[in-house]
């Protein structure tokens, strides 16, 4: 990629639950460059997979996203975000519970804060869960790469029984959902 293509790209950071859900449905759209699991918010420097499943670390199972703004904005992220996890649901996502498995948006920017804050506001104001969003708003904090083994896990590990009960389901929701944001490149 050229440095004036790479200067235009943003970086969005999600927590939504485990990392393997949110990375699989990231990966599938337009605009999307690169996926990476990760752990972020906690209080401990360079923490292991091991460490947050204790969920003594306060770091979140996260994904950080690199992404081009003219393909895919901030707000359809968002928008895929919202709708591929259950954003009422305090520090779990169905059998996931913990403070790792919490709903957040780590803001890169002024400018993503507010419409973080907005779209939420909205989302709140049209009773779109039936139930009070629990996701959190918070500034960017150190982001730490989670070990190889965590990476592209949906991609690599289909077969496995989480993949196939979990994260297919939120493949299917948005592939049915967003058709028109999808990669037009097989994964």
């Not at 991609?155 to 058709?179: G, M, V, W």
Request: with cysteine; net charge negative.
């Amino acid at each position: 990629m050229d440095k004036q293509n790479k200067d235009s790209l943003e970086t969005a950071i999600f927590a939504g639950g485990c990392f393997w859900c949110t990375e699989a449905v990231f990966q599938r759209l337009r605009g999307v460059k690169e996926v990476v699991s990760g752990y972020t918010g906690g209080h401990i420097k360079n923490p292991a997979y091991r460490e947050i499943c204790t969920g003594r670390t306060g770091h979140a199972e996260a994904i950080k996203i690199t992404f081009d703004p003219s393909e895919i904005t901030f707000r359809e992220l968002m928008e895929v975000f919202f709708a591929t996890h259950d954003p009422t649901q305090l520090n779990r996502q169905g059998n996931d519970v913990g403070t790792q498995y919490r709903s957040e948006i780590f803001y890169t920017s002024e400018k993503q804060k507010d419409e973080a804050e907005a779209f939420i506001n909205q989302l709140e104001k049209e009773n779109v869960f039936g139930a009070s969003i629990v996701t959190a708003v918070s500034q960017e904090k150190p982001f730490y790469v989670a070990e190889e083994d965590h990476q592209n896990f949906y991609n690599e590990h289909r077969s496995q029984p989480y993949c196939q009960f979990i994260i297919d389901p939120k493949i299917k929701k948005l592939t049915s959902t967003f058709a028109d944001k999808l990669n037009t490149v097989k994964s």
